[in-house]
């Protein structure tokens, strides 16, 4: 019995000394990269965590700052949860970072920050959404008015029949962006088609029971258009619900996986995006640039890529070959 508590006791020991030998490794594995000598330190604003493409502007400027030996902190409203964008950026400013990515999304509060970036002269690179201030150094992204105009040119592909268009806006339709701009100017081009409506659904929550109060309303609508991230899915889903595939054409703006599915199905007909990854390289390099050449572009246009059941099966045979 004296042999098996023994036994049990040394086990016990060597268990703890592992345990223990482990927590200075990751301690002087965390302390080694904490006290690396970096060239430069860039901030990220995240405007959502649990988003694709978001995910993938992370991954492009992480490798790209990783290759040059840059460190980077990424700021995350969704995680934070009670500080917004704005203050977010007020966190970033207030540090000594030698640049900061963020949404040029409502850039107009953040107005007072961005002055007080210009004067600590940290370079400021915004990135999806140009907004609308004159204090950033650089916009990279889709070029939002052109997606848009794309969009109806896409939709006025479909027959000649009337096309009453919804719009189902990620931002506000009280707060008109270059990208609905970008469908009025077009749409005002086609007298085939209709801008019915633009209104904003929360995709979170009675996302179909609306859409199925819009439809009920406005029963002439056979477009619809979802400017977010996950609105073409959601769309899709809701009219398989509503039996009404093949009576709705549907756009998207992502290229996920399921969206990629439902285009093949025929539910949704098209979608627009831009290479998040590449966003995000591009991102780091300005910051480079400015850095070191104080040179940059005002703009930097991420081509925008559309998918349809035309050239489908040609970008998937081309991703397969990468």
């Not at 790209?64 to 700021?75: S, Y």
């Not at 969704?78 to 964008?85: E, F, H, I, Y």
């Not at 949704?268 to 104080?294: C, M, Q, R």
């Amino acid at each position: 019995m004296k042999n098996n508590n023994y036994i049990g006791i040394v086990i016990g020991f060597i268990v703890i000394a592992f345990f223990i030998f482990n927590s200075f490794q990751i301690i002087n594995r965390d302390y080694n990269d904490y006290t690396k000598d970096y060239s430069k330190s860039y901030i990220l604003i995240k405007r959502e965590s649990d988003n694709y493409l978001w995910n993938n502007i992370e991954k492009g400027i992480a490798d790209n700052c990783e290759i040059n030996n840059i460190a980077v902190q990424i700021l995350n409203s969704d995680n934070t949860g009670l500080l917004s964008q704005k203050e977010l950026f007020e966190m970033a400013v207030t540090g000594n970072s030698n640049g900061i990515i963020v949404s040029g999304y409502n850039s107009n509060e953040m107005e007072d920050q961005l002055r007080k970036a210009k004067d600590k002269e940290i370079p400021i690179v915004f990135i999806n959404d140009d907004g609308t201030s004159e204090l950033r150094d650089t916009y990279i992204g889709p070029n939002n008015y052109q997606i848009g105009q794309k969009s109806i040119q896409e939709i006025s592909k479909k027959s000649n029949e009337i096309k009453n268009i919804l719009v189902i806006d990620e931002y506000n339709s009280e707060n008109r962006n270059l990208l609905i701009d970008g469908m009025i100017s077009e749409i005002n081009n086609n007298e085939n088609i209709n801008l019915t409506g633009i209104v904003s659904i929360n995709t979170r929550f009675n996302f179909e029971n609306n859409l199925r109060k819009e439809l009920k309303l406005h029963p002439e609508i056979n477009v619809i258009i979802g400017t977010g991230i996950y609105d073409g899915i959601n769309i899709a889903k809701a009219i398989v619900n509503m039996n009404k595939v093949g009576e709705v054409y549907i756009i998207a703006y992502d290229n996920s996986e399921i969206t990629i599915e439902y285009i093949q199905k025929g539910i949704i007909a098209a979608t627009l995006f831009t290479d998040g990854y590449l966003v995000g390289e591009e991102a780091v390099n300005t910051l480079n640039s400015i850095n070191e050449d104080k040179i940059s572009l005002d703009v930097f246009y991420v081509p925008t890529t559309i998918l349809n059941k035309y050239n489908l099966k040609a970008y998937l045979d081309g991703d397969s070959n990468e």
